[in-house]
């Protein structure tokens, strides 16, 4: 999932969201924030939660690592992986999703009626027949 938001001091920045596992759940998932400067900023999580407590959706933790990013949690060194900790206020500004263009799907495949076998008879009638034994 991508996503853009725009920061108060330096503008647009850019969100990948990398979600492993079957359907993003179970495995570590990743938030890579690229900047305007071209930095890129990586964040990891590994869900901890044990029990009843649901786990965090995919937008709200891309609302906490930006919140870790606007920090200035990120700004150091861009080559190392940083975790996110999930006490952390999230980032309350908008946040827009990036859909990836997609041409239209194909009309529907719309196929022929044939005429069945006994349809043609039956239009043929036994009047025609009739018609035909007198001639």
């Not at 079957?22 to 570590?28: I, N, V």
């Not at 933790?61 to 190392?80: N, P």
């Amino acid at each position: 999932m991508n996503f853009s938001f725009s920061t108060p001091t330096s503008g647009e920045c850019l969100v990948k969201l990398w979600a492993s596992g079957r359907y993003g759940f179970s495995l570590p998932k990743k938030v890579e924030i690229t900047g305007p400067d071209g930095l890129t900023s990586t964040y990891q999580y590994h869900s901890r939660k044990v029990g009843l407590k649901a786990e965090l959706t995919n937008r709200m933790l891309v609302r906490i690592a930006i919140a870790h990013y606007l920090a200035g949690t990120g700004v150091d060194a861009a080559d190392e992986i940083r975790q996110i900790d999930d006490t952390v206020t999230p980032f309350d500004g908008t946040l827009t999703q990036i859909r990836p263009f997609a041409p239209p799907p194909p009309p529907p495949r719309v196929r022929p009626s044939r005429i069945l076998p006994k349809a043609a008879s039956a239009r043929a009638g036994p009047g025609r027949l009739a018609c035909e034994e007198a001639a």
